[in-house]
């Protein structure tokens, strides 16, 4: 289940208005960060952004780059010793941290035993996909929609991929105005496998223009009023007086023929009314791995001279196209 709900079309009908203006003025263009006109021929808009992990990646090392398109078997700390905290700042306004261990990337495409991070020894509950394993004596069995890599906090950084440790994954976003003042993310959705049984996780965000970070919130999804519905293998759960959080859906499989949260899938959808942050964290009290998330940026855009029809038409047909254009991940096939 990759991350994957619909952001609004609110920046959609900002575009469109957008071209109007400029049509009404060609000389002008709106910069929509604070809604005034400027003698430039740029503009602000909200960029989508999925993170799944398994984006093409490079960090500059000594002048050479390293990449993070993993083949199944590599992981970038254990075989270069090339850490991934800020590979994605470039390219996507983000960074990434744990307060305990180091961050580590795991490839969830797999059938146990069998073309998983590692060597000898695989973290099975891990997987997705559609699979089968023995642990303990107990069969479990699951059926998920792939991941690809996924991001664990590492418990041994010296063996194979085990997220069993716990801790808080923190992810900073860092993209500035040209002020050098901070701009804050739009942020939608995440996505977490192979949950703790027994535990929930727990969120926290700082707003933008705020000091101090929110209490942690979570989505209790054994409360007595949460609303279940249910599609195939996937349960859709809704809590009203969910701090932030507006749903739930969730994927899991069985042990002995009994549902488990050992390979689960569960993608979380927040509404923050608007406001944008700076800093989201997640608290995960013992397993659990991220699969990706989705957030909107913002960016300058440069817009083309409208000084003739054909300018006028590049600037709608931007806007008609993102009425059009389904939503599509980041990702790229494992290298």
């Not at 199944?72 to 307060?99: H, Q, V």
């Not at 860092?174 to 535990?199: H, I």
Request: glycine fraction near 8%.
């Amino acid at each position: 289940m990759r991350v994957n709900k619909l952001f609004s079309r609110l920046s959609i009908g900002i575009l469109c208005a957008t071209s109007l203006t400029i049509a009404a003025n060609p000389a002008q263009a709106v910069n929509l960060t604070n809604n005034t006109i400027e003698d430039q021929q740029w503009i602000t808009v909200n960029k989508e952004v999925t993170i799944d992990f398994d984006e093409k990646v490079f960090e500059k090392n000594n002048g050479d780059k390293a990449r993070v398109g993993l083949k199944a078997n590599r992981n970038p700390f254990l075989r270069t010793r090339n850490e991934i905290e800020d590979l994605w700042k470039d390219d996507y306004g983000l960074e990434m941290s744990s307060d305990r261990k180091k961050l580590w990337l795991y490839n969830s495409n797999c059938k146990p035993g069998e073309n998983c991070t590692g060597d000898e020894n695989i973290d099975n509950d891990l997987a997705t996909g559609k699979g089968e394993y023995i642990d303990k004596g107990k069969t479990i069995k699951y059926d998920t929609k792939k991941q690809g890599r996924v991001l664990i906090i590492q418990e041994n950084e010296t063996g194979d991929p085990d997220d069993n440790v716990g801790g808080t994954i923190s992810f900073n976003f860092t993209d500035t105005d040209e002020n050098g003042e901070e701009l804050g993310v739009l942020f939608d959705s995440l996505g977490l496998l192979d949950l703790d049984e027994s535990k929930l996780p727990e969120f926290q965000v700082k707003f933008l223009g705020d000091d101090n970070l929110t209490d942690w919130f979570k989505f209790n999804e054994r409360d007595s009023n949460v609303s279940t519905t249910s599609q195939g293998n996937t349960e859709t759960l809704t809590l009203a007086n969910s701090n932030y959080i507006t749903e739930m859906t969730r994927q899991r499989g069985t042990k002995d023929g009994k549902v488990t949260d050992e390979n689960s899938l569960r993608e979380y959808n927040f509404d923050f009314g608007g406001k944008r942050i700076t800093e989201f964290h997640v608290k995960l009290s013992g397993s659990g791995a991220v699969t990706g998330f989705n957030y909107s940026r913002q960016i300058r855009r440069k817009v083309p001279e409208p000084t003739s029809i054909l300018g006028l038409a590049a600037i709608s047909g931007l806007a008609a196209s993102s009425l059009k254009r389904k939503r599509k991940s980041s990702n790229t096939e494992l290298s």
